[in-house]
């Protein structure tokens, strides 16, 4: 529990507040922008308006659950309750159901998991907090098949998800640990593995040796519609792990030199191998989520990047 005594001196008077045991995983600001802010003279999160009214509470209440580290504190409990059973979180659709699934695991510093729910089995991206909530609200919308993880770092509860739910894990074998030693399915190689028909595991080595970023393509997303049917096609999801993100809520596409556990070279020249593959969304553990207005306006952002991570080599 966050603890009132070790409030951050930055925070705004009132009854919500962050605590210094905050780790600047920025999931808080990312849900509730309108009452989280960041302290950049403590590289910490803190409150900057306390919240008004009935959503901004509920907003700051699903920022508390989710918080990896339980550095949000607050004596107003209306909203909690709600907010413990409100993730996993739509945050696309309808053509293809994405949600983030909150309950941020410390194992995993805080890192974003995503659920991917699809016809054939839905896959779980990344370990979060094998909370009782979480898992009870997976269960209602179809279980989980498969259990991606993207690299050694955000495993969290993997096991529990595997005991609960049955699901196949997902790892690249030079990731492979004493954690992980028994995962079902280990990826080898560099090249890019179809899982199903509709799911491309794309290795990227950098960040960790065995980083893996997933690619969803939908039916009907390569193709696009037909020329007398101009609604918008499918779009196309690359699940990054800690290869790449967005900077900030208006930034381009970012890597981080400092971030980046096992070789700079490599994590550039997997960028570049992201080049052969088109997508519109790039949704991370760590850093922002973002959707380009276009596959190509990603292409162009992720050519700016390629382009700064040789200059920084």
């Given at each position: 529990?966050?603890?009132?005594?070790?409030?951050?001196?930055?925070?705004?008077?009132?009854?919500?507040?962050?605590?210094?045991?905050?780790?600047?995983?920025?999931?808080?600001?990312?849900?509730?922008?309108?009452?989280?802010?960041?302290?950049?003279?403590?590289?910490?999160?803190?409150?900057?308006?306390?919240?008004?009214?009935?959503?901004?509470?509920?907003?700051?209440?699903?920022?508390?659950?989710?918080?990896?580290?339980?550095?949000?504190?607050?004596?107003?409990?209306?909203?909690?309750?709600?907010?413990?059973?409100?993730?996993?979180?739509?945050?696309?659709?309808?053509?293809?159901?994405?949600?983030?699934?909150?309950?941020?695991?410390?194992?995993?510093?805080?890192?974003?998991?995503?659920?991917?729910?699809?016809?054939?089995?839905?896959?779980?991206?990344?370990?979060?907090?094998?909370?009782?909530?979480?898992?009870?609200r997976l269960a209602e919308l179809g279980g989980v098949r498969w259990m991606f993880l993207t690299h050694q770092d955000d495993i969290a509860d993997h096991e529990v998800f595997r005991r609960e739910f049955g699901c196949d894990r997902v790892i690249h074998e030079r990731d492979v640990g004493g954690a992980t030693r028994d995962v079902e399915v280990k990826l080898s190689g560099d090249a890019p593995t179809p899982l199903a028909h509709d799911l491309l595991a794309i290795p990227v080595p950098g960040h960790t040796r065995g980083?893996?970023?997933?690619?969803?393509?939908?039916?009907?997303?390569?193709?696009?519609?037909?020329?007398?049917?101009?609604?918008?096609?499918?779009?196309?999801?690359?699940?990054?792990?800690?290869?790449?993100?967005?900077?900030?809520?208006?930034?381009?596409?970012?890597?981080?030199?400092?971030?980046?556990?096992?070789?700079?070279?490599?994590?550039?020249?997997?960028?570049?191998?992201?080049?052969?593959?088109?997508?519109?969304?790039?949704?991370?553990?760590?850093?922002?989520?973002?959707?380009?207005?276009?596959?190509?306006?990603?292409?162009?952002?992720?050519?700016?990047?390629?382009?700064?991570?040789?200059?920084?080599?």
């Open positions: 529990m966050a603890r009132p005594a070790d409030r951050i001196p930055q925070n705004a008077p009132g009854d919500w507040f962050v605590d210094r045991s905050c780790i600047d995983c920025d999931l808080c600001r990312q849900i509730a922008p309108e009452v989280f802010g960041r302290a950049d003279d403590a590289d910490q999160s803190f409150v900057h308006h306390q919240p008004e009214g009935d959503e901004a509470r509920r907003r700051a209440a699903m920022a508390l659950v989710t918080c990896p580290t339980s550095s949000i504190g607050t004596s107003d409990r209306r909203g909690v309750q709600a907010a413990a059973t409100a993730f996993p979180e739509r945050i696309a659709g309808p053509a293809v159901d994405v949600y983030f699934c909150g309950y941020a695991s410390a194992d995993s510093y805080g890192a974003s998991s995503y659920l991917l729910r699809r016809p054939d089995g839905n896959v779980l991206i990344d370990s979060p907090r094998a909370a009782r909530p979480l898992l009870r980083s893996v970023a997933l690619l969803h393509v939908p039916p009907g997303a390569e193709a696009g519609p037909p020329a007398e049917a101009p609604q918008r096609r499918p779009e196309r999801y690359l699940f990054t792990g800690d290869h790449v993100w967005r900077a900030g809520s208006s930034g381009g596409l970012h890597a981080s030199r400092d971030v980046c556990w096992y070789s700079w070279a490599e994590q550039t020249r997997s960028m570049e191998r992201l080049l052969a593959h088109r997508f519109d969304w790039v949704l991370p553990g760590h850093g922002r989520r973002w959707q380009a207005p276009s596959s190509d306006a990603m292409r162009a952002e992720l050519e700016a990047l390629i382009a700064r991570m040789r200059a920084a080599a």
